[in-house]
């Protein structure tokens, strides 16, 4: 049976040069058995299309918190109660500052809110925006919250200078989601706790 099988993993897709790679992250999740719901924010949609996403993922696309409902629940609500894992990959440094931060003005940052699942997160961005103060101590925050930070690798960045901010390889990424969804942990040593309501 595909490891997966009978999770749900929300993978949150973020405005980020890498957006493209969310597709072979769909993909490989899919074929893991995992039922993949991929939630979009606006910015995402200039890197990547939902049609892509919704493609791979065989499910339909989410990304506007004011869309009518398909139930009675609103989507933000249900997606959060659905997933077996929030995976944010690529996740931007201005996702990360939401998230850090508790603001909510779009459906991703709203099921960050609502949901109990664990959470992962994979940052890619400029080395600069990475290493600034702002940025680190968003990740700080939400580490200790009890968030996992997928760390990003070190390489040629899209903006041509080398250094550290590349998404982490897709491969580490699944390694991680699986490890997280199949043995508690995630594959770093440690598992990922999901926190009661309140103490996040
Ligand atoms: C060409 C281009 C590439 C970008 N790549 C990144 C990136 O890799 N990481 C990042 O944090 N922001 C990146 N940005 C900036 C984000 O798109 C911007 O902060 C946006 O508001 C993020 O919105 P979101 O987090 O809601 O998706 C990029 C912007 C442009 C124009």
Redesign the pocket.
Known sequence: MPPLKGKTVVLGV?????GFKAADIASQLVKLGADTRVVM????E??ITPLTLQTLSRNPVAGDLWAPPAAWEPEHIALAERADLLLVA?A????LA?FAHGLAP?L?TCVYLATRAPVLLA????SA?LEHPATRANLETLRARGNEIIEPASGVL?CGTTGN?RLAPVDEIIARVTAALTTGGTGTGGSVPTPPRGAR
């Open positions: 973020t405005g980020s040069i890498a924010t606006r910015e995402a200039r890197f690529p931007t440094a201005h996702i939401c779009d991703l940052p890619a961005m400029n925006m899209a901010g």
